[in-house]
């Protein structure tokens, strides 16, 4: 329901004069962070259920906005802000803000990752020792008026047993140092992390198989992405450790459902805890919901009074420090600079993290070196921030820790990923070229090039082909023999999908060392798996896969 427009309430103690920047709050916020606008002199107005109408309606004025997970912030409600120079968002992900619109107006977006590390982590190690006991089913005995059940409910220490932590992000992390202090032995994977060293004391590194077979608990921590889907798969799951219990907390569509309800049925595994499932919420035939071996929450993991407090203090500060000095703290597409650099800079970093997304997908491992090179009229500007655009989009892959310009180059290099700048001697026509090369831990070689044609972004080249793309969207890239009728073949396959292709771009064979032809299309939507086999399975097609730009 809407509510009307209201200033937050001053606190009692003396406060800063206020200040003339207008800050909209879209969705309910703690008390105690609208006192610590106040607190900095400013008096935000609250306005929260509001659709993206009534929105644009009133953000002409407009210094901020404040959202949490409901309001959405479009390119319509940015577009209507010529004032707007942040947008903060508080909680972790910024999925309801449009980033790449308000990156190519020069408007910061930040969020506020750290507030709800510990209450993520906690609901997991919950889980954990709730299966071990199995505390929600003696409740529900209970209830039922059962009594006599202790030899059937008799559970498992968790002491000296050992705990599996797949993903060492930050949540990762705290899971794995709370298991250390309940006297667990600790082994971890996360392919991202370089060499074999842990980067925590006590913990071990191990392949995921190996983790797998050696674990009693397995917890997972690491983002969704096409790599990382069914990353337990039904292969994985009947190779678990038998008597092993699994716990997430992390993203839905990591774990197979089905298969993980067959290995219950079937006695290998001895329960599991789900905070996130593949279809949210469940359907009411999920194979898991009449299990009494399985804990199921609704997605709590965020939920906590304190987390709420954390991240609307945390915003609070963050986008008052920033009107007040510039200084963008957990910006996740631009560095602390001032407002003329940053709306002067805006295309050119929106840019280079398109190149740096872009090699990261075409790489089939992680990114070990990668090189930036800038020549024309934009290698006479201050090129460290392009270059942390460039790494800030090359280590979104398969990262679920929010990254923005201060947190980039640590996580490089836990990475191992070294990144250098070059000179480019190659000529070309363009005022001005940003262009990336990657090599991947197995050796493969990508080159992607781009530029800013008024204020957007384009990419022209990709490896050896010369291109003009706009960086959104899904971009299909196959290898075909150089023939006719190819681009018929693939225009009725997607067609027959209801894909629209928006652009095709054609590299000739005879640029390619393997002599074969590359196919570029901009699609309107992203293609199923299905769509992708049945491309794959056409006569001149020898690979197919998809760039999400």
Known sequence: MTTPLREATAPTASVAPVRPERILICDELSSEALDAFAAYGFRPVVCTGLKEAELVARVADADALVVRSAT???RAIIDAAPRLRVVGRAGVGVDNVDVDAATSRGVVVMNAPAGNTTTTAELAVSLMLALARNVTR???AVRAGEWKLRGKLSGSEISGKTLGVVGLGRIGRVVATRG????MKVVAYDPYLAGERSPLEGVELLPLDELLARADFVTLHVPYSDETRHILSRERIFAMKPGARLVNCARG???DEQALADALAQGRLKGAALDVFESE?????HPLLSRDDVILTPHLGASSEEAQRNVALEIAQQVSEFLLEGLARNAVNLPA??????????PWLLLAEKLGTTLAQLCDSPLRTLEISLSGEISRKDASHVRLALLVGALRKGCDTPLNFVNAPRLALERGLAVHERGDEESHFLHSLVKARAISRTGEVHVVGGTVFGLAPRI????DHFLDLVPQGPLLVTTHVDQPGVVGLLGTALGAAHINIRRIELGPGARAADGLARGFLALDEQPTSEVLEALARLEPIRSVRVVQL
């Not at 250390?180 to 006297?183: K, Y």
């Not at 001032?338 to 800079?345: D, N, V």
């Not at 022209?460 to 490896?463: A, G, K, L, S, T």
């Open 460 to 463: 022209v080249r990709i490896d």
């Open 337 to 346: 600079t001032s407002a003329a650099t940053l709306r002067e800079l805006a």
């Open 281 to 285: 919420p469940p359907a009411k035939d």
């Open 138 to 140: 003696g409740d529900r």
């Open 180 to 183: 250390l202090g309940l006297a």
């Open 253 to 255: 569509g990591l774990i």
């Open 72 to 74: 959405k912030v479009t």
